[in-house]
């Protein structure tokens, strides 16, 4: 029987957008703790949005934040950090492998170190100068297809859409898929619309 995909919905910032993505086909909901980002929300903020989660997992994403920090998130009720930066594995072996996704910016010549086959997951987002996610842009499905079949337990992500999900899903045939941008109206406000039709699109590739 074929496995269902996983489905991660990420940058959430409000009450309504976590609630309608626990009633949907969301396995994780990731919130941004990277102050940079303009989906970013704050601890504070955070207690409040994991407290209404329920038993979908739930997701801190981070860019290079010291161990002490992640202790913290995790002690706050986090399942899993999302290490979206230039984390090294000894990081992630402190805080525990198997509570972590390592998320990598895709160009040409990535080169995963194996030791990350030992994550929760693997993320694969694009690259691009100047930003470390939510670019809304896609990269060459190829390099993920590549990781796939050596074995890594992939979650594609980086631009994807209801539009492109299902191509998405049938070629590189990934653990799980993750979005961010194409389910909004705004940054850090989604539509719930856009999420149902990335549902669908997912549960009918
Ligand atoms: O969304 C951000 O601003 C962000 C900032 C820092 C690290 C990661 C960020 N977003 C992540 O990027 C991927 C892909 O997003 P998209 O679907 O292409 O918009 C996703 O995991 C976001 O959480």
Not at 30 to 40: A, I, L, W
Not at 145 to 164: A, C, D, E, K, M
Not at 179 to 185: F, R, W, Y
Request: hydrophobic letters at 40%; a neutral charge.
């Amino acid at each position: 029987m074929e496995r269902k995909v996983k489905v991660k919905f990420c940058g959430l910032t409000r009450e309504e957008d976590v609630v309608k993505a626990r009633e949907l086909c969301v396995s994780y909901v990731g919130f941004v703790m990277y102050p940079k980002s303009p989906r970013y929300v704050s601890k504070e903020r955070l207690k409040e949005l994991i407290t209404i989660a329920g038993d979908v997992l739930k997701v801190a994403v981070v860019v290079n934040l010291p161990y002490e920090d992640l202790r913290e998130l995790l002690d706050m009720g986090v399942d899993l950090l999302q290490l979206h930066g230039d984390e090294d594995p000894s990081i992630a072996f402190r805080v525990g492998m198997d509570r972590v996704i390592k998320a990598f910016r895709v160009k040409d010549g990535l080169r995963v170190d194996p030791v990350w086959r030992e994550a929760h997951a693997v993320l694969l987002d694009t690259h691009k100068e100047g930003t470390y996610g939510g670019t809304g842009e896609t990269f060459n499905w190829d390099v993920a297809v590549s990781l796939v079949r050596q074995g890594y337990r992939i979650i594609l992500s980086g631009g994807l859409t209801p539009q492109n999900v299902g191509e998405a899903i049938k070629k590189v045939k990934p653990y799980g898929v993750d979005v961010s941008s194409g389910i909004e109206l705004s940054p850090g406000v989604k539509d719930h619309k856009k999420m149902e039709e990335f549902c669908h699109a997912v549960e009918n590739p």
